[in-house]
């Protein structure tokens, strides 16, 4: 099941072999460990760059977060959820 | 003369795959990636379906309710398109370590030629190997690699198998690989000329050899000694280098409008809507056209398409738009009671202003106000995006063409 939203949320990161490496996130009050990041890709809105991951939580789902470089700010793009497919 | 090499690279299910790539347990289900903005609706159509969702019979360009129809419980997800050019970007950056010489032929199909540079990795053979490798190991992605000694004859060895194929054809082997074939295997035969072929005896690409070559170029001009040529697996066309250069002969959008439209006022708006999309990706590559075409479709009863060239070069939306809406207000006059399902606009005859340079004219000074408009708006969506600055009238056709069942419009 996929889940389309665009929320603000906050995001713990460490930088890792001179690239942006996000290990965890707050969502709706709830902490969300990154297991693992499965895709990433770069885009632009404008002359601003926006950093997009797609990263495996602990809770088996897979989150697309989005760093916009445009206001430093963090944002909970597509849930996909195991539900039925798992 | 040293004898060319090569290299087709064709993407496996292309979306589909990276979003398979991105969630692990899309693996081997049915994913449907469609071109829509609302998923949950049935508008849109089909980009790309994993191979599980291939054995239901949906394929790219599949309409999404079809697709639905057919697969009810498949996993059908909105495309990302700047994902997917993100990933095309790091392929073909792959690919530069083997050649400088590399066409992107369209998002998921890249053109290598290796024939000076094969000999620094062993063999064209060992080079597919390690391009094929380096893609799936760096970027998790299935791909097909076809080698050949020229374009035509490496795209069709990419189709011989699939996902993860490695054929390779050799000059020598062409006629008997080529031979048993039938027509429609040829890059550039469809449904049509198959048809009009097997109507004169011609099954397979052995009989098309054949065919007299006058007969086929009274047939079909200079397709007619294409046809002749690829049947014997001869194709000198070269690798042109780059996405954006001497390839781009056209311009164009389209947008469907689901179950049909009617109505002029919403159809100008769309029309403007794509215009804008076209004009805006000429100017950014420094792209101007004299001819502008309309294409209709009415149903699936029909479909037509209308030229116009003008006098003069244009990159500016009004102007491609008033052609265009000439063209669209004395059509729906003739078919006024047919409803439109698809509308799209294209621009051919271009110049690179680029590359040719830019020569002034007339209308430079009588479009000046006009022109200043365009470059200031052009700026605004350099900085803030696309969506920051939209003309009012696509804003009321939107919202007046969410009104019609199953539309579209981007």
Known sequence: MVFETKETISVSAVFENYKLKPTAFVWNGKKYKILAISGFFRDRKGKYYRYHYAVRAQDGNVYEICLSTENMSWNLIRVHSQGDFG | ?410
């Not at chain 2, 062409?174 to 039938?182: D, T, V």
């Not at chain 2, 398409?305 to 102007?319: A, G, M, V, Y």
């Not at chain 2, 265009?324 to 047919?338: D, I, M, P, S």
């Open chain 2, 1 to 410: 003369m040293r004898e060319r090499q090569i290299i087709h690279l064709d993407m496996d299910s292309y979306f589909a795959s990276i979003e398979q790539k991105d969630v692990s347990f899309y693996r081997g289900k049915p994913l449907i990636v469609c071109h829509t903005d609302d998923v949950s609706s049935n508008r849109g159509v089909v980009s790309s379906a994993s191979y599980s969702a291939r054995e239901y019979g949906i394929r790219a360009g599949t309409s999404t309710l079809e697709a639905k129809r057919l697969c009810p419980k498949g996993i059908y997800i909105k495309g990302n398109y700047s994902k997917y050019l993100y990933n095309t970007r790091k392929i073909v950056e792959i690919c530069r370590e083997y050649s400088d010489l590399i066409e992107i032929f369209s998002i998921d199909e890249i053109f290598i030629d290796v024939t000076f540079t094969h000999g620094f990795f062993d063999s064209s053979i060992n080079t597919g190997k390690k391009i094929q490798n380096t893609i799936r190991n760096n970027l998790g992605l299935p791909v097909t690699i076809g080698i050949g000694p020229n374009k035509l004859v490496a795209k069709m060895a990419t189709e011989f198998k699939k996902p993860n194929g490695f054929t390779v054809i050799r000059k020598k082997d062409l006629p008997n690989i080529l031979a048993p074939l039938p027509v429609r295997k040829i890059v550039g035969v469809g449904r049509k000329t198959e048809s009009y072929l097997n109507s004169i005896g011609v099954a397979t690409i052995e009989d098309l050899s054949k065919v007299p070559v006058e007969i086929l170029k009274r047939k079909y001009g200079v397709l007619g000694l294409f046809l002749h040529q690829a049947s014997l697996g001869i194709d000198h066309s070269p690798v042109i280098p780059g996405e954006n250069g001497l390839g781009v002969k056209s311009f164009g959008h389209s947008s469907s409008l689901g179950n049909g439209c009617k109505d002029l006022s919403v159809l100008k708006a769309v029309l403007l809507s794509l215009c804008e999309g076209v004009t805006r990706r000429m100017r950014k590559e420094g792209y101007r056209g004299k001819t502008i075409t309309l294409g209709l479709c009415f149903g699936r009863m029909f479909s037509i398409s209308r030229s116009c060239s003008i006098k003069e070069l244009t990159d500016i939306t009004n102007r491609v738009y008033s052609v265009a809406a000439r063209l669209l207000e004395k059509e729906t006059q003739v078919f006024g009671n047919y409803s439109i399902t698809l509308i799209g606009v294209s621009v051919t005859g271009l110049v690179n202003d680029k590359l040719e340079g830019r020569q002034f004219s007339i209308f430079d000074l009588l479009e000046k106000r006009e022109i200043d408009l365009t470059r200031t708006v052009d700026l605004i969506r350099d900085k803030y995006g696309e969506g920051i600055i939209v003309r009012g009238s696509i804003l009321n056709g939107k919202k007046q063409f969410c009104g019609v069942p199953g539309a579209e419009i981007r």
